[in-house]
């Protein structure tokens, strides 16, 4: 009588067993459901879920698996998507503006006018400082030149 307990209850066992869901059914039900996300792949063998993929970003990657979690037959997940590395943006520099050579004429000889000694020329966009200037005015001077937005200032001062 021991024994037919003992393979009555075997033959239960293996028909539970027989009637949960197999690896093939769990992994076309989580393939299903991940439809959307493209290029994602999942794997399932004796009820662990593996996924892999290329995830936007985190959120992406713990959908995938609560998706995998949530499937009848899952024991555990394996999650081995990878987040995808953020788009490089482009910056364009701003395009350096110089003044023509007219404009700068015109503005280099009105700063100069207050530094007594101090001459300008202005060719191809670069003004060249020549003449005498003492220390103290020099960092004003070329600050001053700088903001008319030459090319170039060439400083062919002397300091006195």
Same mark, same amino acid.
């Given at each position: 009588?021991?024994? #037919?307990?003992? &393979?009555?209850? &075997?033959?239960?066992?293996? $028909? &539970?067993?027989?009637?949960?869901?197999? *690896?093939?059914?769990?992994?076309?039900?989580?393939?299903?459901?991940?439809?959307?996300?493209?290029?994602?792949?999942?794997?399932?063998? *004796?009820?662990?879920?593996?996924? $892999?993929?290329?995830?936007? *970003?985190?959120?992406?990657?713990? $959908?995938?698996? $609560?998706?995998?979690?949530?499937?009848?037959?899952?024991?555990?997940?394996?999650?081995?998507?990878?987040?995808?590395?953020?788009?490089?943006?482009?910056?364009?520099?701003?395009?350096?503006?110089?003044?023509?050579?007219?404009?700068?004429?015109?503005?280099?000889?009105?700063?100069?006018?207050?530094?007594?000694?101090?001459?300008?020329?202005?060719?191809?966009?670069?003004?060249?400082?020549?003449?005498?200037?003492? #220390?103290?005015?020099?960092?004003?001077?070329?600050?001053?030149?700088?903001?008319?937005?030459?090319?170039?200032?060439?400083?062919? &001062?002397?300091?006195?």
């Amino acid at each position: 009588m021991k024994v #037919k307990s003992i &393979l009555l209850g &075997l033959c239960l066992a293996f $028909s &539970l067993v027989a009637c949960g869901p197999k *690896d093939a059914d769990i992994q076309k039900e989580i393939a299903a459901k991940m439809g959307d996300m493209p290029g994602m792949e999942v794997t399932v063998k *004796d009820g662990v879920a593996t996924i $892999s993929g290329i995830c936007k *970003d985190a959120a992406c990657k713990q $959908s995938c698996e $609560s998706i995998a979690k949530g499937i009848k037959g899952v024991k555990s997940v394996v999650n081995n998507c990878e987040i995808a590395a953020p788009e490089p943006v482009a910056v364009t520099p701003a395009p350096v503006e110089i003044n023509p050579d007219a404009v700068l004429t015109t503005s280099v000889n009105g700063v100069v006018k207050a530094y007594s000694g101090v001459t300008a020329t202005v060719a191809n966009g670069v003004v060249t400082l020549t003449g005498v200037i003492k #220390k103290e005015q020099l960092p004003a001077l070329i600050q001053s030149v700088q903001e008319l937005k030459p090319k170039k200032v060439e400083n062919k &001062l002397t300091i006195k």
